[in-house]
């Protein structure tokens, strides 16, 4: 039977509870162990705004630590590759980190990923280059996809059409549509 993966990254959306105890934001304490068992970490996103008020804005990811998510990304397909993976879906939805570059209501950068649709797809568009460049060609890599925020000045309807066509234009062989972020 053959299996398939999804890779992804929480970006602001990391280091919470699990749901069943609040989901809330672990807080960063220095790797201390809390009472509770927990140890946060400061979490990385394209721009530092954080996931709902109450939390610690994340760090604004550079060039470095975009490359570096970048890599990993296609590090995990290569791993993928070796055990037979049948399929990579990238998960750039649901408010994790490629959709909150995605989104203008969560990445305010002034910079060429920042902006514009264009430049809000740059580095969603460079990972899926770096995991279909580091994935069997003969194999499958698809993308997850929020069609829509669902808020005013958010992700929408046209901009994920425009995501979708330029992600057909590099060979992506499904985008899977989904809601919310």
Request: hydrophobic content about 45%; overall charge negative; aromatic content about 8%.
């Amino acid at each position: 039977m053959p299996f398939a993966i999804q890779l992804a990254h929480a970006g602001r959306k990391a280091s919470t509870e699990v749901p069943w105890k609040g989901g809330g934001q672990i807080a960063d304490n220095g790797g201390t162990v809390a009472a509770n068992g927990a140890t946060g970490w400061r979490t990385v996103a394209p721009s530092a705004l954080a996931f709902l008020p109450n939390e610690t804005p994340p760090v604004a990811l550079d060039r470095d630590g975009m490359a570096q998510i970048r890599d990993a990304f296609a590090q995990a397909a290569r791993r993928a590759a070796r055990l037979d993976i049948a399929a990579v879906q990238i998960h750039a939805a649901h408010g994790y980190l490629l959709h909150q570059f995605l989104s203008p209501l969560s990445n305010v950068r002034d910079d060429e990923y920042g902006g514009g649709l264009e430049n809000r797809m740059r580095f969603p568009l460079e990972v899926f280059d770096a995991v279909r460049a580091s994935f069997p060609a003969d194999r499958p890599v698809g993308v997850r996809v929020s069609g829509t925020d669902w808020a005013e000045g958010g992700w929408d309807i046209d901009q994920t059409i425009e995501f979708a066509k330029a992600l057909e234009a590099r060979g992506c062989s499904v985008v899977h549509v989904s809601s919310g972020g």
